[in-house]
């Protein structure tokens, strides 16, 4: 899978790409500011998230690819410095860390204290398999609230990414969580694969 989203980078083919701030972030994101410690996005790619959070507190992403890491830099209008830090390239600039590299290496010695974590669109693309190996790496790495941005459809009528995350797959995976936002997104792409509904759903959720 990791191939796969390179090449996507390679090839320009990033239409998960969105050229503002996600409105979920913007609406919800004093939840993730409750303590001192970075905010987490994983699998941050290029989103003006990062830049817009760093207006208001540290922010560490973790990114597979450099490419997206230097536009992010870019399209943020800094120039960040690079160093090896483990197991990841570190780039810095300003209140922002990336770290490029794989994120199921993540551990707090990689990224210090973290208070809340920002997944804009990190489950949905990370296949269903691993979706428990993902959480306990969160759990690792914060105790604070993840902000959860995800998708639900059938998925038996098309599959990811983005993979969908139901609500019973959610309460699968936490012992808790709070399902803050929900609306039907469905738009001619998904019409067009068969679907009839596709829930943008947003949840906080207690790590601890």
């Not at 701030?21 to 699998?43: F, K, Y």
């Not at 990190?122 to 790496?137: L, S």
Request: aromatic share 8%; charged share 20%; glycine share 8%.
């Amino acid at each position: 899978m990791s191939k796969f989203w390179l090449d996507r980078w390679e090839t320009g083919q990033i239409g998960w790409h969105r050229a503002d701030v996600h409105p979920n972030l913007m609406a919800q994101h004093e939840r993730l500011l409750a303590t001192s410690g970075a905010v987490l996005v994983p699998l941050c790619g290029k989103t003006r998230d990062v830049a817009w959070l760093a207006e208001k507190t540290d922010v560490i992403g973790v990114e597979l690819s450099p490419i997206a890491t230097a536009e992010l830099f870019e399209e943020a209008g800094l120039t960040p410095t690079r160093d090896t830090h483990g197991p990841y390239e570190r780039w810095r600039a300003g209140r922002i860390t990336i770290l490029v590299g794989d994120f199921f290496a993540l551990t707090p010695e990689w990224t210090g204290p973290v208070s809340g974590i920002w997944d804009r669109a990190a489950m949905v693309a990370i296949q269903p398999n691993r979706r428990e190996a993902y959480v306990t790496v969160l759990r690792a790495v914060c105790s604070g609230t993840l902000l959860l941005n995800a998708l639900a459809y059938d998925q038996s009528i098309s599959d990811g990414p983005p993979f969908s995350v139901s609500a019973q797959h959610v309460d699968a995976l936490f012992a808790s969580s709070e399902l803050l936002d929900d609306v039907d997104v469905l738009d001619d792409r998904w019409r067009s694969k068969g679907h009839t509904s596709v829930r943008s759903q947003v949840y906080a959720i207690g790590l601890t």
